[in-house]
């Protein structure tokens, strides 16, 4: 069960020792996401060594991380330089469809009265 502080008028629930105003940060995961930014940087890939430096992390970390973000479809390597692979795709693709929609969508589909996605068609040429 969490303990909880009172600080400034609001409760922070502390669990293992960490309060919400300061997490623990998993540096691992910190590094593959500056790699990750690295190549999406990149329309036609780079190298390790490039993306080594530009992430600002050492060679070894960088070749590790490569490893494993290509085994889980994160990356991929072609003709020896690192592109972003369909895992990679599929988040930024999410992202991408969720903010397109904004508020009109949201709901169609699930019950909901169209009403958004007629607003929207309106927005449209032609509409």
Known sequence: MPHCERTWGFALAI?????ASHPTLIGSVQRALRLLEAVGAHADGAPAKQLAREAGLPLPTTYHLLRTL??????R????????GEAAEA???????RSATGPYLRGAGRGGT???CRRLLRCLPGG
Do not use: D
């Open 114 to 116: 169209g009403a958004g």
């Open 70 to 75: 290509t085994h889980e479809g994160y990356l």
């Open 77 to 84: 390597r072609e003709n020896g330089v690192f592109v972003l």
């Open 91 to 97: 988040i930024g693709g999410a992202g991408v469809r």
């Open 15 to 19: 669990v293992n020792g960490e309060s």
